[in-house]
């Protein structure tokens, strides 16, 4: 462990409990901002840029960077707001540490609008079961005040079970009839981005998106939700989604010169989210379509055959399909002959840059999906157009290779 990192800990121990209440009371003097909080198991980071982007057309404010979005990084753009901000959007996170984390981010946050996207296995280790994920998430609306807002996916029933937790305004968004704010003819066919209808109020309105995947539909829905929670007419809010950009690393296209197209998605790969990608580049048009998977997280029981699963469902819909790291060998008893070729694995991520810089030709559409922490499999994007100097096979940063120094 490096000095810098022994003394940022020691420095957080004993300024930490002083910077949490001194954030307390400043935020508690900003009557006049609208706190937003996010959370749920994927989409906070997209949801969260959806909405900044909707508020900041006629209003001031801020959001957390990036994913941040434990208590440390709630102080910190806490002291950003300022009193003529007119919004704090921020993603509301837990983690390993098990039931009770977000207790001291959502005192010093104090949230008036509440939105909660999905409930998932992510972070299982620590909490074991979807209800008890459900618990610690559902927090955020118990948080609300009377006159706040609870803004709830219908489709997920353990965030639909949350409007009996708060005494908020409730707002429901989905693809049930049953939903407020509805989406429906939804449609997403590479090289075609998300689109939709948006019906509310008994009125049906397009929207168009540069996001890949049908299942962004539910951070878009929740966004045109804020703005009409905020005053904003549906119309403006639904212009502002059109110019949006996908967040970097979760489902983003790369164009290279060359002709090929990555799908960058690896942020986190939680077993129970890879349905999302596998279903877009099922779905997708090109001329081949490549899989490359890293390191699977978050699930109960056998390793070897979770993967050998994921592989059997990716030999499904890709002309190859390629994993890597600790447990990529395992994928191997998905072939359907020893002699099929069709699905690799490779220990590093160099290996795989190497043999995907010959493999690839123009008109590819290549899914590049793994965990960041554990991966970095970005430097295979990066590899193609560059000369990486970095292929650390364990890193362990938090942050894309393309923000490294080592790169």
């Not at 404010?61 to 102080?75: C, F, R």
């Not at 002699?339 to 123009?362: C, G």
Request: aromatic share 8%; hydrophobic share 40%; glycine share 6%.
């Amino acid at each position: 462990m490096c000095l810098g990192v022994i003394l940022h800990k020691i420095l957080k121990t004993i300024l930490g409990p002083p910077l949490v209440q001194i954030a307390k009371i400043y935020r508690k003097y900003l009557r006049k901002t609208t706190f937003i909080g996010i959370t749920g198991s994927c989409g906070k980071t997209t949801t969260k840029d959806l909405i900044a982007a909707i508020l900041s057309e006629k209003n001031k404010g801020v959001k957390n960077k990036e994913s941040l979005n434990a208590l440390y990084s709630i102080i910190k753009t806490i002291f950003k707001v300022r009193p003529w901000h007119r919004f704090c959007v921020h993603e509301i996170g837990i983690s390993n540490s098990g039931p009770g984390i977000l207790n001291d981010s959502l005192a010093v946050f104090m949230p008036d609008i509440g939105i909660v996207i999905n409930i998932g296995l992510d972070h299982y280790k620590a909490f074991r079961s979807l209800k008890a994920i459900a618990a610690e998430k559902s927090k955020l609306i118990e948080a609300l005040p009377k006159n706040g807002t609870a803004i709830l996916n219908t489709d997920d029933t353990n965030v639909l079970d949350m409007k009996d937790r708060t005494a908020a305004n409730v707002i429901t968004y989905g693809l049930s009839k049953e939903a407020m704010i509805r989406a429906e003819n939804i449609s997403c066919v590479w090289p075609a981005r998300l689109s939709f209808n948006i019906v509310y109020n008994g009125e049906s309105l397009p929207v168009k998106t540069n996001l890949c995947g049908t299942h962004w539909v539910y951070s878009v829905l929740a966004a045109l939700a804020v703005g009409l929670v905020i005053g904003i007419p549906l119309e403006e809010s639904i212009k502002v989604i059109q110019t949006v950009k996908p967040t970097p690393g979760r489902m983003s296209p790369v164009y290279v010169e060359d002709g090929v197209v990555f799908i960058h998605d690896d942020w986190k790969a939680p077993l129970w989210s890879l349905k999302y990608s596998l279903e877009f580049m099922k779905n997708a048009k090109a001329k081949r379509k490549v899989i490359v998977i890293g390191t699977i997280s978050d699930y109960p029981g056998d390793s070897a055959g979770k993967y050998v699963s994921v592989a059997k469902q990716s030999l499904s819909i890709a002309n190859k399909v390629i994993f890597v790291g600790h447990f990529a060998h395992c994928s191997l008893k998905a072939k359907r002959n020893p002699k099929d070729d069709n699905i690799m694995a490779f220990d590093t991520v160099k290996e795989t840059s190497m043999y995907l810089k010959r493999f690839l030709i123009k008109g590819d559409l290549v899914l590049i999906k793994g965990s960041l922490r554990a991966d970095h499999l970005q430097r295979i994007i990066l590899a193609r157009t560059s000369q990486v100097k970095c292929w650390k096979p364990k890193c362990g940063k938090t942050l894309f290779c393309s923000d490294c120094q080592l790169l």
